[in-house]
């Protein structure tokens, strides 16, 4: 391994942040932290009529909610920059030069369509539709040259593919090997001056000094072009990881048809950065202890390459979900708060004002409730009892214990009405009293209760219930079930 090292993620503008590229730029960023590296985002934007600005910000935006910070990029800089490839066109064009100069890459005189009829002929012939110099070189005529000439058209560039055997020792996958005459001579420049995929993400990973390419393993088939490459320009040749798909629970790739594929959609319903964070390095990953739940610094420090399976991980929501639920119990209460905020004012329970006013009052409420959700988007549901009106029916005792219920629920509403102090101690004190005195059935006292307050059987601890709805909405609600003016 080089001194420092260097890896690099670099996604197209083209949508939103898949998770599976998530967990390729975060298995890359904690590569790179793990061993005091750099971490380089480059934007491969040279699909012009896809790419959008948008999107780029977006991408980034995604990535910093997860955590992941670069050290060079669009938007930081570097000394190797500049960090979008349509801003490297000159780069690219003045490289590919080199290999035609060194007789390792020709020119092309032939329109699309030509090059696209003669891979048909090959392939209607049974042959695999691989090029060579002497095939393609019935293009390049003085007429068909000046032709392209007059029309101001550029020829394509062809690389010269050896012809010979490569061999790839993959950092998870193993020993790889590419037989001779897997692919002909390939296309590096098209004929508006734009790089093939291949050739640009060679040339940049050889000028940003890229020491390992960590991705996915649907990159597997490029790199045979790509170790040509290098090997063309006598550049080093990194070492390469290549992490096995996400899969769905039904074992196919995962897709929109899977449910939320995007870091935008997981952050939108309510996961927590960490929580995704934790959950996406688990992709594949596994702690050497069996540990789940783990924090950033954890992580990164027990992140390496050699515990990354070679097996295809599975994207379980369930689990996904689960993880998030610890986290929102365990998280500061303060940070809960200010994440919860904005979904409750989306819910239209609150406005910002209010929840600044009240935040006290807030941060209680929504403490009563997280113990129950997975994602921060269900506490609104939950916390509906505390801002909107419930129907009540009226209490129909029939039995001498449902009476006694009746009396408790009788006493405690006239209780706590002159109750000194509003508190959880003094409504635990009145309660206890009551249940003292008057002996009813404990179960069916605070199932009753419960469902006069929240016209549910179950929510809240109790307590915090009659607490946080307040003396008023406490009485009123009783008012209605007893039916007393």
């Not at 929510?459 to 209605?480: A, C, I, M, W, Y």
């Amino acid at each position: 391994m080089m001194n420092m090292i260097r890896v690099r993620f670099a996604p197209s503008p083209t949508g939103y942040l898949h998770v599976g590229g998530a967990r390729t730029a975060l298995f890359n960023y904690l590569f790179a932290k793990h061993y005091d590296g750099k971490f380089v985002l480059r934007i491969e934007d040279t699909d012009v009529s896809r790419s959008t600005k948008e999107y780029e910000e977006q991408l980034m935006e995604s990535l910093l909610w997860m955590g992941i910070t670069w050290d060079e990029g669009p938007d930081v800089g570097g000394e190797t920059g500049p960090y979008r490839q349509t801003e490297r066109t000159d780069i690219y064009v003045k490289m590919v030069e080199e290999l035609i100069n060194s007789g390792k890459a020709y020119r092309v005189y032939a329109y699309p369509e030509e090059i696209e009829t003669l891979h048909d002929d090959l392939l209607s012939q049974g042959k695999p539709p691989h090029y060579d110099q002497q095939m393609l070189e019935k293009f390049n005529t003085s007429e068909r040259k000046k032709e392209f000439e007059d029309k101001g058209l550029n020829p394509v560039v062809f690389f010269k593919m050896p012809r010979k055997e490569y061999r790839l020792v993959d950092l998870i996958k193993g020993e790889v090997i590419f037989k001779e005459g897997s692919i002909g001579d390939f296309v590096i420049l098209r004929s508006n001056n734009q790089p093939i995929y291949n050739f640009a993400v060679v040339v940049d990973d050889i000028l940003m000094e890229i020491t390992h390419v960590i991705r996915g393993d649907d990159h597997l088939s490029n790199t045979l072009r790509q170790l040509a490459l290098y090997e063309a320009f006598e550049a080093p040749i990194p070492f390469f990881a290549h992490v096995s798909m996400i899969l769905g629970p039904d074992g196919k790739k995962l897709s929109k048809r899977h449910g939320d594929t995007s870091v935008e959609q997981f952050r939108d319903k309510g996961f927590l950065p960490e929580a995704f964070f934790n959950f996406l390095t688990l992709l594949g990953w596994s702690h050497p202890e069996g540990k789940e739940i783990l924090s950033y610094g954890e992580i990164i420090e027990s992140f390496t390459i050699d515990r990354v399976n070679t097996s295809a991980a599975i994207f379980d929501e369930a689990k996904a979900r689960w993880m998030n639920g610890v986290y929102i119990r365990e998280t500061d209460l303060d940070r809960i708060t200010d994440l919860t905020i904005p979904f409750l004012v989306r819910a239209g329970l609150i406005t910002l004002e209010e929840a600044n006013a009240n935040r006290k009052w807030l941060k209680r409420a929504i403490d009563s409730v997280r113990k129950g959700v997975e994602l921060l988007q269900e506490i609104p549901e939950k916390m509906k009892l505390y801002f909107e009106e419930i129907q009540v029916k009226p209490l129909r005792p029939e039995n001498e214990e449902q009476r006694k219920v009746f009396r408790s629920l009788e006493a405690f509403k006239d209780r706590i009405e002159y109750l000194n102090s509003w508190s959880n101690e003094e409504i635990v004190s009145t309660i206890k009293e009551i249940l003292k005195e008057i002996k009813p059935d404990r179960k069916a006292f605070y199932m009753s209760l419960r469902h006069v307050l929240t016209a549910s059987e179950e929510g809240p601890e109790l307590v915090d219930v009659v607490f946080l709805l307040g003396r008023n909405k406490t009485l009123h609600r009783l008012q209605q079930a007893l039916r007393l003016p």
